[in-house]
């Protein structure tokens, strides 16, 4: 859009905006500004391309999932707008008073690099990082041709939401500051504050110095109390002075200005909280009794007690509470943690926080010196089906549950959390083949009116969950992982949930996969490929099974050189880059070889039914192109990559490699290495398609000419082995169009079939050994783990930038 229509509708000579400059900071920031103009509203504004692209939301923004903001998009801003607040003049467009609402960063979901695209097709989905805007959200347009400024501003699900009404107005911001005493501000009245958060941990402990306290399953909630004004806010800091106002009534009993930190509960007959009736409570109807625990007291009478030992602030705030109904202190224990958290399980609750007697309290920040110990149960259930989404792009709301009692498959919960939407993309193509109109069990009672889509009972799924209900259900279970190794007894039918079943195939010496709705020939699997480590085919395809949609990013719209090893490691080898007689659904690209003087029919990798067909060839270790179909000539990423000679070690390898962390830290770019899975390691450098195979090379040699100055004894850029001697060779020239390297997550024909695996930096180090790295070892060692390795394929670095800071 440009700013050509923000300079048209403004008078900059009665008008106090700023003027219309473009910026090219790209610092993704995001601004909500309350303007009251004719009408008050919000207006959301983001950082993209050098302007604010902006949104008039009428309601305002909501962290309630529940709620969809309409979001009129409005002509672009420019960046300087982030911090104007002002009135502007009667007779002016959008005459009125303008404040910041809340500011902060943003990022996509998916890509910073691609959110321009993203922009375009109408789609975002950003985590913003605001004081009070935080967590997912979801901007899309309307689909409707005349209705194209209407977009839609949508709340996800997650651990910063609220299920309380939201009003954006109710919201503290006229004469409430943001404060963060992590940043060593003092806090008054007139703060509001985000609270101190404990940290999770697992194994409970006895310690005379810490304290320890019951875990009430609540809602978190300050208040502020001052000469009989009381706010009563949650964590995010809505207002709950009417939604529970028995406790905003009890509060204005306190005869002391104060700051006081709780938790909002509803108690059973024994005592124990009910978070279902507190999240739907109604004073009128809602069974059990509303009670504010008080744990903690952040200014008291004129003075911030947050520096004060907790211990003190503890004591103080005893003496301070009126003998109320609904506002209890909240007792402690010293030093017998693990009593305290038995007897906290065996009476029905949560778990108990155990804090340092003498901790300081740190608002807006998760602190050591507190712990949450949770009883949290994991178990394993089986898929039976799923809940659609009101959502048309969610594929699914969440699954349907069951477990094996007496040889009877019996309900036991819904679980809708613990997935991303991508997760959930992938979830879904592995369930459209069991999906079956024969219901599993009847459970309509406990769907609430949504539809069930049934499943034939054969996929195993690892949940989590705080406790079972008296009705056999878990409560909050929430999704882990796929069990791609286990099998279950449903009556006389023996459930496999072996991913595709490839156990079946041992007996077979020819069978077939049926993936992405392509059958794939899988032949001779009982064959021996490393005879030291007693490996065979089906290993290599039970491991890339298991990787498969950890791998495939790296591989996808990539031309690819198949290297293959068709009897195993001691047999021989051969690269093929032309392709033949492939099945129809395999998908290739011809490329012209200036060599051969023809188009070469590369493959390409799009989807795990190729990548089986791959390794059924014999290709053991897979080599994708740095650059895409989309552009052949510019690669995502350059590579060093560290090549020892017989007489160097391993040692030497990872010295060389903290040298190159060196060099790339003093030019101020992210490099991302891994086990080359053979005998060295390799660096890479995001370059996001930038830069052509020339400039990713000569850049690269740069590089690694500042490295061997750092190791002139021990490194070298000499190609011929001969004259390299006894040092490590800094290969650049892998950096040429065509040029392949084992990808990340691939197996090597090396002894013990060990794998090319991404590491952290603090990995590399002495005692590091890539032989921990194989296919047994790397599908359980990523497991819990996020992709170190992804933001190979996002935005680039800036060369120019990087030498310069070289040369400094």
């Not at 340092?356 to 178990?379: G, M, Q, V």
């Not at 041992?506 to 490929?529: C, F, G, H, M, Q």
């Not at 390799?682 to 052509?692: A, C, V």
Request: aromatic share 10%.
């Amino acid at each position: 859009m440009g700013l050509d229509e923000y300079r048209r509708k403004r008078n900059f000579t009665t008008t106090p905006e700023p003027k219309d400059i473009y910026s090219n900071e790209h610092k993704f920031r995001f601004v909500v500004q309350r303007h009251r103009a004719s009408h008050l509203h919000y207006d959301l504004r983001l950082e993209i391309a050098g302007v604010l692209k902006s949104w008039a939301i009428p309601k305002g923004p909501s962290m309630n999932p529940k709620d969809k903001r309409l979001a009129v998009h409005t002509e672009d801003h420019p960046v300087n707008y982030l911090t104007f607040e002002g009135v502007i003049p009667k007779g002016n467009y959008g005459a009125g008073k303008m404040t910041i609402w809340d500011s902060g960063y943003y990022e996509s979901l998916y890509d910073n690099a691609h959110l321009i695209t993203d922009y375009t097709s109408g789609k975002l989905k950003l985590t913003f990082q605001g004081n009070k805007l935080k967590g997912l959200f979801t901007l899309v347009r309307s689909s409707a041709m005349h209705k194209k400024n209407q977009w839609l501003l949508i709340k996800h699900q997650d651990e910063v939401a609220t299920s309380l009404n939201y009003n954006a107005e109710n919201y503290i911001t006229e004469g409430f500051n943001t404060t963060s005493k992590s940043l060593g501000n003092k806090i008054d009245l007139k703060s509001y504050i985000t609270p101190m958060l404990a940290s999770p941990a697992k194994e409970i402990f006895n310690n005379k110095d810490w304290i320890y306290e019951l875990k009430y399953d609540g809602y978190r909630a300050l208040a502020n109390i001052d000469s009989g004004r009381v706010e009563l806010y949650s964590r995010n800091g809505i207002s709950l002075n009417e939604t529970f106002k028995a406790i905003h009534t009890d509060l204005n009993n306190i005869e002391h200005s104060a700051i006081l930190d709780g938790e909002i509960v509803i108690l059973d007959k024994k005592g124990i909280p009910q978070f279902n009736a507190l999240q739907n409570y109604n004073p009128k109807t809602t069974k059990g009794h509303l009670a504010y625990y008080v744990f903690d007291v952040l200014f008291l009478n004129g003075h911030d007690t947050t520096e004060l030992p907790l211990i003190n602030r503890k004591e103080l705030l005893k003496n301070l509470l009126p003998d109320t109904s609904h506002i209890s202190y909240c007792d402690h224990v010293e030093g017998m943690g693990i009593t305290v958290y038995n007897q906290a399980i065996e009476l029905g609750m949560e778990g108990i926080i155990a804090k340092k007697a003498n901790s300081k309290y740190y608002t807006n920040s998760r602190s050591p010196d507190w712990l949450k110990f949770k009883k949290i149960e994991n178990t394993e259930a089986i898929i039976c089906g799923f809940t659609l989404s009101k959502t048309k792009s969610r594929k699914f709301a969440s699954l349907i549950l069951g477990m094996v009692k007496n040889e009877e498959l019996i309900y036991v919960g819904t679980c809708g959390s613990g997935f991303s939407d991508n997760e959930i993309d992938e979830l879904y193509k592995k369930f459209e083949v069991y999906i079956t109109e024969r219901p599993v069990f009847e459970i309509s009672q406990h769907l609430k009116g949504r539809k069930p889509v049934w499943m034939l009972p054969k996929l195993i799924c690892e949940v989590k969950f705080s406790e079972w209900t008296p009705n056999n259900i878990m409560r909050q279970p929430i999704f882990l992982r796929l069990r791609e190794d286990k099998s279950v007894t449903v009556g006389k039918i023996n459930v496999s949930s072996s991913k595709h079943e490839i156990n079946k195939m041992t007996k077979a010496p020819e069978s077939s996969l049926r993936l992405n709705n392509n059958e794939v020939p899988i032949t001779n699997i009982d064959k021996l490929y490393w005879p030291n480590a007693n490996l065979t085919k089906y290993d290599l395809l039970d491991y890339y099974i298991k990787m498969s949609d950890v791998i495939l990013p790296y591989l996808k719209d990539r031309p690819q050189s198949l290297h293959r090893h068709p009897n195993g490691i001691q047999g021989e080898s051969f690269y093929q880059k032309d392709n033949d007689n492939l099945p129809a659904w395999v998908e290739t690209i011809p490329i012209y070889s200036k060599s051969s003087e023809r188009e070469i029919n590369y493959l390409l990798c799009q989807n795990e039914a190729t990548l089986l067909y791959m390794n059924n060839l014999g290709c053991i270790e897979l080599h994708p192109w740095h650059s895409t179909m989309y552009q052949l000539d510019k690669p995502d990423y350059s590579i060093i990559d560290l090549d020892p000679s017989e007489d160097n070690n391993f040692e030497q390898v990872i010295e060389t490699a903290q040298a190159v962390k060196f060099i790339l830290n003093k030019a101020r770019i992210k490099g991302y290495c891994k086990t080359s899975g053979s005998k060295g390691l390799h660096i890479y450098i995001p370059l996001g398609g930038n830069y052509t195979y020339a400039e990713a090379r000569d850049f690269t040699k740069l590089l690694c000419i500042y490295i061997q100055e750092q190791l002139p004894d021990l490194t070298t850029l000499e190609r011929s082995i001969k004259k390299r001697g006894s040092k490590i060779y800094l290969d650049y020239l892998q950096n040429r169009k065509g040029q392949t390297i084992a990808s990340a997550y691939s197996v090597r024909p090396r002894p013990n079939a060990t794998v090319s695996t991404p590491l952290l930096w603090n990995e590399v180090k002495s005692g590091l050994r890539i032989e921990d790295y194989t296919i047994k070892t790397v599908p359980q060692h990523i497991e819990n783990t996020k992709d170190r390795f992804k933001k190979i394929l996002g935005k680039g670095i800036d060369m120019e930038a990087a030498l310069k800071n070289l040369s400094i």
